[in-house]
């Protein structure tokens, strides 16, 4: 008799979100292989070469070890240097804020791990993300997980049609809570690991020693001004910097003072109390919709940040740009960031935070 089970490829990083996908995957009758992004195999970073971590890509041979299924680790390091660390550094060189993890998932794990897939003859690709693909007449909608505080839909915003035909997110209908138990209950060897907030790339989180070694043009020092015009600092370079930061200014105002413009073209920070770091109305590039393109004005629930709360906002679209308007301004609107679109918990699509009009 011949094995008709769908086989599926699944993003495991080690971690106990990925190892409880596979875990669920296989109990739905697919056949699943395992596989492990990794960068810097040898020389400096080799501490650093896993999702994680060197031990990061030990557990997730553990969990493929416990799930009885294949596992191989790909060097992705090649891909990661072309799509994320250079856009990664070319932002930071211009004063922007840019999230990595967007582009990675991009370009890395829906688009190189999904070739990798399909050289597998996998008819899917899955993840440990917290998020839900809908298909519906006219395509596929990326939806809000169940679990709110977890859901990581603004970090696929730029998922096309063809990725997300190919894509499966086991955990949509889970709570965080709910993927620890099942762990527990499969008895996955990485049950109760703690979550990672590092970016993959960057040793120890280390983002201002990164940035030191690979663009040193834009670490130099500049003025800090006031909301009056005069110099009242020097900082140590604009790539250390960002929208709405407070920390480590050192500037005495007899009341907290916040970064609220950064100019990369005179290499100046301005400063101001924390009502001028809120803005209504800003700029955007790289416009992408998840299905069908809108080329008119519309009013969308926005983002501008991952941890930000959606707020209501008119968009008015012109090509791969637009302007947004936000109903009650923002703190913090950020270049580099991206404000990504919603409708009833429905992504809708994002774009990249070009300028703050001011």
Same mark, same amino acid.
Not at 21 to 35: C, D, P, R
Not at 117 to 135: E, P, S
Not at 171 to 183: D, F, H, S
């Given at each position: 008799?011949?094995? *008709?089970? $769908?086989?599926?490829?699944?993003?495991?990083?080690?971690?106990?979100?990925?190892?409880?996908?596979?875990?669920?995957?296989?109990?739905?009758?697919?056949?699943?292989?395992?596989?492990?992004?990794?960068?810097?195999?040898?020389?400096?970073?080799?501490?650093?070469?896993?999702?994680?971590?060197?031990?990061?890509? +030990?557990?997730?041979?553990?969990?493929?070890?416990?799930?009885?299924?294949?596992?191989?680790?790909?060097?992705?390091?090649?891909?990661?240097?072309?799509?994320?660390?250079?856009?990664?550094?070319?932002?930071? &060189?211009?004063?922007?804020?840019?999230?990595?993890?967007?582009?990675?998932?991009?370009? #890395?794990?829906?688009?190189?791990?999904?070739?990798?897939?399909?050289?597998?003859?996998?008819?899917?690709?899955?993840?440990?993300?917290?998020?839900?693909?809908?298909?519906?007449? &006219?395509?596929?909608?990326?939806?809000?997980?169940?679990?709110?505080?977890?859901?990581?839909?603004?970090?696929?915003?730029?998922?096309?049609?063809?990725?997300?035909?190919?894509?499966?997110?086991?955990?949509?209908?889970?709570?965080?809570?709910?993927?620890?138990?099942?762990?527990?209950?499969? !008895? #996955?060897?990485?049950?109760?690991? =703690?979550?990672?907030?590092?970016?993959?790339?960057?040793?120890?989180?280390?983002?201002?020693?990164?940035?030191?070694?690979?663009?040193?043009?834009? *670490?130099?020092?500049?003025?800090?001004?006031?909301?009056?015009?005069?110099?009242?600092?020097?900082?140590?370079?604009?790539?250390?910097?960002?929208?709405?930061?407070?920390?480590?200014? =050192?500037?005495?105002?007899?009341?907290?003072?916040?970064?609220?413009?950064?100019?990369?073209?005179?290499?100046?920070?301005?400063?101001?109390? $924390?009502? +001028?770091?809120?803005? /209504?109305?800003?700029?955007?590039?790289?416009?992408?919709?998840?299905?069908?393109?809108? =080329? $008119?004005?519309?009013?969308?629930?926005?983002?501008? /940040?991952?941890?930000?709360?959606?707020?209501?906002?008119?968009?008015?679209?012109?090509?791969?740009?637009?302007?947004?308007?936000?109903?009650?301004?923002?703190?913090?609107?950020?270049?580099? !960031?991206?404000?990504?679109?919603? &409708?009833?918990?429905?992504?809708?699509?994002?774009?990249?935070?070009?300028?703050?009009?001011?």
């Amino acid at each position: 008799m011949i094995n *008709m089970k $769908k086989r599926v490829v699944v993003g495991i990083s080690g971690g106990v979100d990925s190892a409880v996908a596979a875990a669920l995957l296989q109990l739905k009758g697919y056949e699943v292989i395992g596989v492990t992004m990794c960068f810097n195999l040898t020389g400096e970073g080799r501490k650093k070469i896993g999702c994680c971590s060197l031990q990061g890509i +030990e557990d997730a041979r553990r969990v493929a070890h416990k799930l009885g299924i294949r596992h191989y680790v790909v060097n992705m390091q090649k891909a990661l240097e072309e799509h994320v660390i250079k856009d990664f550094l070319h932002e930071y &060189s211009l004063g922007r804020t840019p999230n990595p993890c967007v582009v990675c998932n991009q370009y #890395l794990k829906f688009g190189e791990l999904l070739k990798k897939a399909h050289v597998l003859d996998a008819q899917f690709l899955a993840t440990g993300h917290y998020a839900r693909i809908v298909k519906t007449a &006219s395509g596929y909608l990326l939806r809000k997980a169940k679990d709110a505080q977890k859901d990581q839909t603004y970090f696929l915003h730029r998922l096309n049609q063809e990725q997300l035909k190919y894509t499966l997110f086991p955990l949509g209908n889970y709570t965080k809570e709910e993927v620890r138990n099942l762990a527990r209950k499969f !008895q #996955l060897p990485v049950a109760e690991k =703690k979550a990672s907030q590092e970016i993959c790339f960057l040793p120890g989180d280390d983002y201002r020693t990164f940035l030191k070694a690979r663009i040193s043009h834009a *670490m130099t020092p500049g003025p800090i001004v006031d909301n009056e015009g005069k110099v009242v600092g020097e900082h140590k370079g604009i790539a250390f910097y960002t929208i709405g930061q407070r920390e480590g200014l =050192k500037i005495a105002k007899g009341y907290p003072v916040y970064i609220n413009r950064i100019n990369p073209k005179t290499n100046t920070i301005f400063i101001g109390p $924390k009502t +001028e770091a809120f803005k /209504r109305e800003f700029l955007v590039k790289d416009l992408h919709f998840s299905a069908k393109p809108i =080329k $008119k004005k519309v009013a969308f629930q926005v983002k501008i /940040r991952y941890n930000h709360k959606v707020t209501g906002a008119e968009i008015f679209p012109s090509g791969n740009k637009a302007k947004i308007i936000f109903k009650k301004p923002q703190f913090a609107i950020t270049p580099g !960031q991206s404000a990504v679109f919603y &409708s009833n918990g429905r992504l809708v699509g994002g774009a990249t935070i070009d300028r703050v009009i001011e």
